[in-house]
């Protein structure tokens, strides 16, 4: 049972445009949710983070949108340049007590320059 | 780089076999985590050790084990392998115990079983 669903495997952009990641999750226990890039051959990063008492978080060109009663979230990237072209992780975790992060499979996004 | 490194890179076993994974943290983090990633799955969290002892257990098989040193460093030990287990192996530090610490992770231990 994926708690954490990320349901695009891939995601094609060009360059300049808006790169939008898409993550939805199941467990409303879920309190504060994280966004991770990975390139290859390289361990997972961490890009930007939200509280679920907050609906945006941004730190420069990445602004990530909460959903709660939708239970979404999104990762804007403006604008989108090669070096974004990596595999993005969403994960979550339920509650400040927990200890555990819950992933999603990724998304592959290529920026086409 | 994010400071946590790990060894092997690569590692290819045999079926029943054991083999240990290392993981030593960035200097001044006192939490380990290890995650499993396999082919077209997102990361499973298996186990997380916080200065010493075992903090939170995750989707940890009984033939995996670990532990964390007094130097902090992490060992992950796994015994009778299965094809199934080839997969990357990744392991991550953070500063405090709460998962809502930033973690940093390491480059990944890619580990075949043929």
């Known amino acids: 049972d994926q708690q954490v669903k990320q349901n695009s495997p891939s995601l094609s952009v060009q360059e300049g445009r808006i790169s939008i990641l898409n993550c939805d999750y199941t467990?409303?226990?879920?309190?504060?949710f994280l966004w991770y890039k990975k390139y290859p051959a390289e361990g997972p990063t961490f890009l930007i983070s939200i509280s679920s008492i907050k609906d945006k978080n941004e730190d420069g060109r990445f602004t990530v949108f909460l959903n709660k009663s939708a239970k979404h979230l999104s990762l804007h990237i403006v604008p989108s340049q090669p070096g974004d072209s990596a595999v993005y992780f969403c994960?979550?975790?339920?509650?400040?007590?927990?200890?555990?992060?819950?992933f999603g499979k990724g998304t592959k996004l290529s920026v086409i320059p | 780089d994010s400071g946590v490194t790990q060894t092997p890179k690569h590692l290819i076993t045999a079926t029943g076999q054991r083999v240990t994974l290392r993981c030593s943290p960035r200097s001044g983090d006192l939490s380990v985590y290890w995650y499993q990633q396999s082919l077209d799955q997102g990361l499973q969290f298996l186990i997380q050790y916080y200065n010493g002892e075992e903090r939170a257990k995750g989707n940890i098989l009984e033939r995996f084990s670990a532990q964390q040193f007094p130097d902090l460093h992490s060992e992950l030990n796994l015994s009778s392998l299965e094809l199934g287990d080839s997969a990357l192996y990744f392991c991550?530090?953070?500063?405090?115990?709460?998962?809502?610490?930033?973690?940093?992770f390491g480059p990944g231990t890619r580990l075949t079983v043929l």
């Open positions: 467990n409303s226990m879920f309190d504060y």
């Open positions: 991550a530090s953070s500063v405090g115990d709460r998962m809502g610490n930033e973690q940093f």
């Open positions: 994960a979550a975790r339920a509650g400040a007590g927990s200890y555990q992060l819950t």
